[in-house]
Nanobody, 124 residues
Framework: VQLQASGGGLVQPGGSLRLSCAAS????????VGWFRQPPGKEREPVSV????????YYRDSVKGRFTISRDNAKNTVFLQMNSLEPEDTAVYYCAAGRPILSAIWSDQMYYYWGQGTLVTVSS
């Protein structure tokens, strides 16, 4: 499975962006997909996860109510809609695919395939 993240850019506080994670490989639909981010000078952190069926989604507390993860399995694509962006959301965003158990769903060690990252900058 190969992943390609896109959609990053410069946006003002309060603005919106939609990230996309396009995948190749006919088994993509069987994977859980996560979005992770790495703020400048900080370690990578999980943001949101969606199970293979799309029926279960998970969010870190700081993005709940602002970000929405979704997937279109027919198009092998996962999206992250980000609204009400804050300067603290500035980071390189990565998508990743794996088969984590629930207790380890936030662990990047459980994700086998990673995209190249897309930069999101929230600034006025």
């Amino acid at each position: 499975v190969q992943l390609q993240a896109s959609g990053g850019g410069l946006v003002q506080p309060g603005g919106s962006l939609r990230l996309s994670c396009a995948a190749s490989g006919d088994t993509f639909n069987s994977y859980t997909v996560g979005w992770f981010r790495q703020p400048p000078g900080k370690e990578r952190e999980p943001v949101s996860v969606i199970r293979s069926s799309g029926g279960r989604t998970y969010y870190r507390d700081s993005v709940k109510g602002r970000f929405t993860i979704s997937r279109d399995n027919a198009k092998n694509t996962v999206f992250l809609q980000m609204n009400s962006l804050e300067p603290e959301d500035t980071a390189v965003y990565y998508c990743a695919a794996g088969r984590p158990i629930l207790s380890a769903i936030w662990s990047d060690q459980m994700y086998y395939y990673w995209g190249q990252g897309t930069l999101v900058t929230v600034s006025s």
